[in-house]
């Protein structure tokens, strides 16, 4: 059994079967950070996870996608227009964030229903960019 | 002697300088855009100016903006730092024409240097050995097409303004060419504003060793030795050292030597660096290297060189820009040990190394024997969206090679920063790389061996961590839910819960 000792603002000491090992941790429920030795863990209630990709399915409706900015960024180029057909893989529009290109890229074959964005427009990690269905 | 210095930089590196002024007796004026209002370098300064909206090109790149900064608070001259407008010719020479000291080589100098094909041509008649390659006359898709046939496959096609990797594509065949091209161009023109770019050879498997020069206004030209920033990821430099492994006491004399008649050809004065490809490839004794570019500017990892030679070049560098004869003469600067410098980004491996933006909930800094911590943020920081996001450099000093290696590695797991994803688990895995604790590295190890690096899944809670998360959540009683402000912070600021609940996949 764990007894665990707080030894300051977010720290504590887990004694475990005599190993030690200190945790920080921050953050609010739901969303919790902590590290230990070199690793970083996080822990988010289920909907509020971020995947690394960009896209999100609609609901009870697979085939359709929300594209949006995975970070505030600024909108370099929009490279499809509305009614288009694009592959998995397409890139459909171009940010910058922090001096890099972030390519937002088409999640599988769909067609474009709406775009959202213009180019030069800083746009918003909420904010759907381009629709596909 | 330079008596208010305004340093046209934000983060690590103008807490750097601003130390430097307290040592020397300087005044020191910070400057910052909306975001950084609060930034540990404006609160550290002894005076600071607002110089305008957060995006760059509005503030920490903006000309005009810190010309009427300099002009308000009375300052006698400007450090520019990195990155920014370090090596933009026109600001220095602006600075130079209001009677501004700039803290760096003269203008000329950095609009020679900057352009590869002009800083090429020099190497090339001061005798130094440079890597086929050419500035393309016609910038048009066609016309560097055109080039990149004429220099043959693999090329590189990068910014012909600009350093640091912004803007450079590798191309392997022809078809890949054109893509290459328009991207290059416009992450050049976003970069520097200049979308000309260069093509060159690509040399395979090479290490990158850089030469650190100083030069003063009474004829000295010396060398601190070499870094070696083969770990690098898309250009841009992970983990830097010195000594390198490669190279030989014969190799050094050679390759310092290059690199001081490169800083007498160009007429050089203050810090400087010369960046190297060695092709080691024909083995010890055989090495070839090859004149990359100059870097007209203080270098992100100066500190490896400070602290293998014991001196310190930001204050020699506000004492040369002063018109005083450089500090220190070539017999007694001597290399010394062993340094490795690891660059801390708000960046998340496990996506793609996406910038990561948000405040840090908690920031702490190990303290420990022979390690050295530049930072720019302390624990409540916001990391902007605007920046680079470099947090901190960790610096370890030991006798050897796998000594400091192994300090530096055991600093990293003694680091923790909360609140935003930094690439520590990823610095921690190249650290303790077979490949990189024997040395065998070179340039594209990153991206050979990244994937398996980078580390894809997030790791799996172990009980001792799930145990101290409880602890966590019990000792704070009930949370405020995510859109209600935080009532705990000290600073009142956006609310971080509410920037959070808005990302979404």
């Not at chain 1, 999100?56 to 288009?84: F, W």
């Not at chain 2, 024997?438 to 001792?464: K, M, R, V």
Request: charged share 25%; glycine share 8%; with cysteine.
């Amino acid at each position: 059994m764990a007894t665990v000792t707080q030894i300051g603002s977010g720290v504590f000491r887990v004694d475990d079967e005599g190993r030690q090992a200190v945790v920080y941790v921050a953050g609010a429920a739901g969303d919790m950070w902590a590290f230990c030795d070199g690793v970083i863990y996080r822990e988010r209630e289920r909907g509020e996870q971020r995947m690394s990709g960009t896209a999100k399915a609609r609901r009870g409706d697979p085939a359709s996608y929300q594209m949006a900015a995975p970070m505030p960024a600024t909108v370099v180029r929009v490279l499809v227009s509305t009614g288009q057909s694009v592959r998995k893989g397409d890139t459909l529009v171009l940010l910058e964030a922090m001096k890099m290109e972030l390519p937002i890229r088409a999640p599988a074959d769909a067609v474009v229903k709406a775009i959202n964005c213009r180019e030069g427009e800083l746009v918003q990690p909420d904010m759907t960019l381009v629709d596909l269905a | 002697m330079i008596t208010r210095l305004l340093i046209a930089n934000r983060g690590e590196i103008a807490l750097r300088i601003i130390r430097a002024c307290s040592e020397l007796g300087v005044e020191s004026v910070a400057v910052y855009s909306d975001p950084d209002a609060r930034a540990p370098h404006v609160n550290a300064a002894d005076r600071s100016v607002h110089i305008g909206p957060p995006p760059a090109v509005d503030s920490y790149l903006s000309t005009t903006r810190l010309l009427d900064a300099v002009r308000a608070s009375g300052a006698d001259a400007v450090h520019p730092g990195y990155g920014f407008l370090s090596e933009n010719g026109a600001f220095a020479e602006a600075c130079e024409k209001a009677g501004i000291v700039f803290v760096g080589p003269p203008s000329a100098v950095i609009t020679q240097m900057g352009s590869k094909i002009a800083a090429r041509r020099l190497m090339q008649a001061a005798g130094v050995p440079i890597v086929p390659g050419e500035t393309p006359q016609d910038q048009s898709d066609a016309g560097v097409l055109a080039a990149l046939d004429r220099v043959g496959f693999p090329a590189l096609v990068k910014a012909s303004a600009g350093g640091g990797g912004k803007g450079m594509r590798r191309v392997d065949e022809q078809s890949q060419a054109l893509e290459a091209i328009q991207a290059a161009r416009r992450e050049a023109d976003s970069a520097f504003g200049d979308g000309s770019l260069y093509v060159e050879r690509l040399i395979e498997r090479p290490r990158h060793v850089e030469v650190q020069v100083f030069a003063d206004n009474h004829d000295h030209v010396v060398h601190l030795f070499e870094r070696e920033c083969s770990v690098q990821r898309r250009h841009q430099k992970v983990i830097e050292e010195s000594p390198s492994l490669v190279v030989t006491p014969r190799l050094r004399s050679r390759i310092t030597e290059a690199a001081v008649q490169a800083a007498r050809a160009c007429g050089y004065r203050n810090a400087g660096t010369i960046e190297f490809l060695v092709d080691v490839s024909a083995g010890r004794g055989a090495e070839r290297f090859y004149f990359l570019e100059m870097n007209t500017r203080l270098q992100v990892e100066h500190p490896v060189t400070e602290q293998i030679t014991g001196l310190d070049l930001v204050r020699a560098q506000i004492l040369v820009a002063s018109g005083e004869p450089l500090p220190w003469q070539s017999p007694w600067i001597t290399q010394r040990g062993h340094a490795i410098e690891a660059r801390v980004y708000a960046e998340d491996p496990s996506s793609g190394f996406l910038p990561q933006a948000g405040r840090l909930l908690l920031y702490r800094e190990p303290r420990m024997p022979g390690i050295r911590i530049d930072s720019g943020v302390e624990e409540g920081s916001d990391v902007p969206v605007h920046y680079d996001p470099l947090l901190a450099k960790v610096i370890a000093t030991a006798a050897t090679r796998d000594e400091a290696t192994t300090r530096l590695i055991c600093a990293l797991r003694a680091f923790p920063i909360l609140g935003v994803q930094t690439n520590i688990p990823f610095l921690l895995r190249i650290l303790e790389h077979p490949r990189f604790r024997s040395g065998e590295i070179d340039t594209g190890f990153l991206d050979n061996e990244g994937a398996s690096i980078a580390g894809t899944a997030p790791p799996q809670i172990p009980a001792a961590v799930r145990a101290a998360i409880d602890a966590a959540a019990t000792a704070h009683g009930p949370r405020p839910t995510s859109h209600e402000p935080r009532a705990t912070d000290h600073k009142p600021r956006q609310d971080p819960w509410e920037v959070l609940a808005s990302w979404r996949p």
